[in-house]
């Protein structure tokens, strides 16, 4: 969700944006400000309200579920393709163990 700068309301969607904003240019016609505002939105750049298709929380956890996957993945190459051994045993406890006496030259 976005905050309308002009009338500090809560935006949810860029259709609802459009419909207040098309419901102000009427209401300024009768106070008798139709030409100056229309003259004065043609000076000014469009303003663009931004709604987030993926909520902050959601790209925090697809984070965590990308950045699994990549190591599990990466461990499966590594085990599998380089270390020419078969790819299920990359979740064997075992094969966990022999690594890590390997890194620790025991």
């Known amino acids: ?3 309308d700068n002009i009338n500090q ?3 949810a969607t860029r259709e609802e944006y459009k ?8 209401a300024a016609k009768e106070r008798g400000e139709g030409q100056q505002t229309e003259a004065a939105a043609k000076k000014r750049p469009k303003e663009r309200v931004r709604i987030r ?7 925090l956890v697809l984070l965590v ?10 461990a499966i190459v590594g085990y599998s393709v380089l ?3 078969n790819a299920a ?5 075992s094969a966990w163990s022999h690594i890590r006496d390997l890194v620790e030259h025991k």
């Open 1 to 3: 969700m976005s905050i």
């Open 9 to 11: 309301e809560r935006i």
């Open 19 to 26: 419909r207040i904003k098309e419901s102000e240019v009427p």
């Open 53 to 59: 298709m993926i909520p902050i929380w959601l790209r």
């Open 65 to 74: 579920v990308f950045t699994v996957v990549s190591l599990i993945a990466g």
């Open 83 to 85: 270390g020419d051994g």
């Open 89 to 93: 045993d990359v979740f064997s406890g």
